[in-house]
C-alpha cells in the first residue's frame, strides 16, 4: 500500500475499532476490557486529542521511513531494507510500552498496528518477529520469509478497491453502533442549538427579528 492507502484504511480500522468497542457494552462479559480501553485511550482534552490523533495517523505512515519516496519517507528516512525491522513488531512493542506512561504514544502504536496488518494482506507480506534473515526479495525492495501468507491485494488497484471494501464495513459498523457513538454528540448539538436560540430570542429590537429569520430553530 502506498500513503494515501495507508492513512484510508487507518481511518477505516480506527472506525471500527470505535464501532466495536462502543457495541462491546452491549455484553456484560466485556464490560471490564471496554473500561480499560476507554480509559487508556481515550484523550482527557481537545489538545491531547488532536496530538492523539496526529500521533495515530503518523504511525499509520511509520514505517514506510525504510522508503524515500513515501509519505513519511520524504521527510523522516531511515536507510534500512524495505519491510523487514521497520515493519516488524519490536518498535511496535516499544511503542506500546511509552503509550503507557504517555497517551499519545498509545495511539502512534495503534497506527504502526494498523499499518502492518494492512501489508501483512499484500503480495509482500510482513516480517512480524523475524526481520533480518532467510527472506525473499520482492521488486519492490521488500523482505518477507518464505511461506504461506493470505493475499488480499497484489497490486494498486487492488489496494483501492481493499480499501474501500474497509471504509464501507466501517460505515456500516459505525451505523449500527450509531446510538451509542454519536449519542452524547447528538445530545451536545441540540443542547448547544437550544442555548443560541435561547440567545437570538433575547436580542432586543428588529435585529433579532433578522436573526431569527435565519436561524431554523
Known sequence: MNGKQHL????ALCALGAAGVAG???????????AFILEAATPVNLPEGIMCGLCYFGGCLLPDIDQPGSLMGRYVYIEAEHRTWTHS???????????AVQRPFLWAALGVLAHLLM????????CWFHCFDGYRKYGSGAKVRKGWHPVLYTSDVSAWIFCTVLVMLSIWACYSARAVLFGDLTAFV?????KITAFVRGIPGKAAEAISGLWPF
Open 190 to 194: 441540540l443542547t448547544l442549538a437550544e
Open 8 to 11: 484510508v484504511s487507518g481511518a
Open 24 to 34: 462491546a457494552g452491549s455484553i456484560s462479559a466485556l464490560a471490564p476490557a471496554r
Open 89 to 99: 513488531v519490536y518498535p511496535l512493542l516499544a511503542l506500546f510500552i511509552m503509550g
Open 119 to 126: 501489508d501483512s494482506f499484500s503480495k509482500c507480506g510482513v
